[in-house]
Nanobody, 122 residues
Framework: QVQVEESGGGLVQAGGSLRLSCAAS????????MGWYRQAPGKQRELVAT???????NYADSVKGRFTISRDNAKNTVYLQMNSLKPEDTAVYYC????????????????WGQGTQVTVSS
């Protein structure tokens, strides 16, 4: 019903930049939040940044000031601009989309993308 597709990952040198994109498609009443999470090898998945339908943002302390999350509501797309990348940013980045069901707006579901690899070399 709801598909989540990420893109933009890759290999970059420390200090470089990448921009991740995530588009949600399918049937839903509305999107109330979108976000990015990441998981490094041997580590737990952690929140990177989220943005609500109203534009409120939340960032992990480790990325604040370097990463910027934004969204294009008309395209149901969220972006993560990553600047000043560090080797410790290396991880699989997952897009999360929180939607209200098209048939029951009171029902909220979370959907995840397959993930996109970000590798930062030193």
């Amino acid at each position: 019903q709801v598909q989540v597709e990420e893109s933009g990952g890759g290999l970059v040198q420390a200090g470089g930049s990448l921009r991740l994109s995530c588009a949600a498609s399918g049937s839903f009443f509305s999107i109330n939040a979108m976000g990015w999470y990441r998981q490094a090898p041997g580590k737990q998945r952690e929140l990177v940044a989220t943005i609500t339908s109203g534009g409120s943002t939340n960032y992990a302390d480790s990325v604040k000031g370097r990463f910027t999350i934004s969204r294009d509501n008309a395209k149901n797309t969220v972006y993560l601009q990553m600047n000043s990348l560090k080797p410790e940013d290396t991880a699989v980045y997952y897009c999360n989309v929180r939607v209200r069901d098209i048939l029951d707006a009171a029902w909220v579901s979370n959907y995840w993308g397959q993930g996109t690899q970000v590798t930062v070399s030193s």
